[in-house]
């Protein structure tokens, strides 16, 4: 069982940044693990934002976030982050942060991921 805990989120200026950062809560681990970034906005499917694989090499974006959002992670503290900067008011959202161990080849498939944190919310102000 792995237990991802979201944090950082909050309420920024349209252009401002914020620094997302998801945990492995108590003796979960996420080695060996994908873990996606995604979020959902009032009235709206959750969406795919970006994923990173476990080996960090491989880190793919929806196009909407696309250089402006970065994903990394350090595997010796069990976190995953998510840099977003040029944030926009259409980025306001419940962000979640999942886990996957599944071995495909497409990140962005919601049923992929087993775990689930229970969201950060971000709000754009304009």
């Known amino acids: 069982q792995v237990q991802p805990v979201e944090s950082g989120g909050g309420l920024v200026r349209a252009g401002g940044s914020l620094r997302l950062a998801c945990a492995a809560s108590?003796?979960?681990?996420?080695?060996?693990?994908?873990v996606g970034w995604f979020r959902q906005a009032p009235g709206k499917e959750r969406e795919f934002v970006a994923a990173i694989s476990w080996s960090g090499d491989y880190t793919p974006y929806a196009d909407s976030v696309k250089d402006r959002f970065t994903i990394s992670r350090d595997n010796a503290k069990d976190n995953v982050y998510l840099h977003m900067n040029s944030l926009k008011s259409e980025d306001t959202a419940v962000y979640y942060c999942?886990?996957?161990?599944?071995?495909?080849?497409?990140?962005?498939?919601?049923?992929?991921?087993?775990?689930w944190g229970r969201g950060t919310q971000v709000t754009i102000s304009s």
């Open positions: 108590g003796r979960t681990t996420f080695k060996g693990a994908r």
């Open positions: 999942g886990v996957s161990f599944y071995s495909g080849n497409d990140y962005g498939r919601l049923q992929d991921y087993s775990y």
